[in-house]
């Protein structure tokens, strides 16, 4: 007997799968088995034809995890979090790019989770430098960058090295793939 999910018998190629419909009057006993094969589905399988319900199974696919929005804001408060809990560390603040901080509703999403990702740093004008986190969503396209966030810590661009580092492994994180792995 094999089985097989409602997915796999639609991805099968449609030379090899079909429905009964020929009428067999060359079986003796067709009138009496007839309901067994007409209407039923059919595939091909090592050169055998199987036909539901005589060698064939076809099971209701497994439901899929519901998929849900994660909003950058949520991957920016967990990220400075986890930033928070490294020693010694420079953290003044984490913003979503092209969000504003004080809108109640969180309004971009996550949306990346084939990306590449790319830190870089910039030292800044005054006090401290900044952090930039960029997704490039076609690896076919480096120079099609999405900025997501703008992070600032209050240091030279000597130390904020370390702390570039720990942003960078913030998104290989087990916490963060969790967090993005039913968008």
């Given at each position: 007997?094999?089985?097989?999910t409602?997915?796999?018998?639609?991805?099968?190629?449609?030379?090899?799968k079909?429905?009964w419909s020929?009428?067999r009057t060359?079986?003796?006993?067709?009138?009496?088995?007839?309901?067994?094969?007409?209407?039923k589905?059919?595939?091909?399988?090592?050169?055998?034809?199987?036909?539901e319900?005589?060698g064939?199974?076809i099971?209701p696919?497994?439901?899929?995890?519901?998929?849900?929005?994660?909003?950058?804001?949520?991957?920016?408060?967990?990220?400075?979090a986890?930033?928070?809990?490294?020693?010694?560390t420079?953290?003044?603040?984490v913003a979503v790019?092209g969000?504003d901080?004080?809108q109640?509703?969180p309004?971009?999403?996550?949306?990346?989770n084939?990306?590449?990702?790319?830190?870089?740093?910039?030292e800044g004008n005054?006090?401290g430098?900044f952090?930039y986190?960029?997704?490039?969503?076609?690896r076919?396209?480096?120079d099609?960058?999405?900025?997501?966030?703008?992070?600032?810590f209050l240091c030279s661009?000597?130390h904020?090295?370390r702390?570039?580092?720990?942003?960078?492994e913030f998104f290989k994180?087990?916490e963060?793939?969790?967090?993005?792995?039913?968008?």
């Amino acid at each position: 007997m094999l089985k097989l999910t409602q997915e796999q018998y639609d991805k099968s190629h449609a030379d090899f799968k079909g429905l009964w419909s020929i009428e067999r009057t060359d079986w003796p006993d067709w009138d009496a088995i007839k309901e067994r094969y007409m209407g039923k589905r059919t595939i091909t399988h090592h050169g055998a034809l199987l036909v539901e319900g005589v060698g064939l199974e076809i099971t209701p696919n497994e439901p899929r995890p519901e998929s849900r929005k994660v909003y950058l804001r949520e991957i920016g408060q967990a990220l400075k979090a986890k930033l928070y809990e490294q020693p010694n560390t420079h953290l003044h603040w984490v913003a979503v790019i092209g969000e504003d901080s004080v809108q109640p509703e969180p309004v971009k999403e996550w949306y990346f989770n084939d990306a590449l990702i790319q830190v870089g740093i910039v030292e800044g004008n005054g006090e401290g430098c900044f952090v930039y986190v960029h997704v490039q969503k076609d690896r076919y396209f480096p120079d099609h960058l999405i900025a997501l966030f703008r992070i600032k810590f209050l240091c030279s661009a000597t130390h904020v090295f370390r702390d570039a580092a720990d942003v960078f492994e913030f998104f290989k994180s087990k916490e963060f793939l969790a967090m993005t792995r039913n968008t």
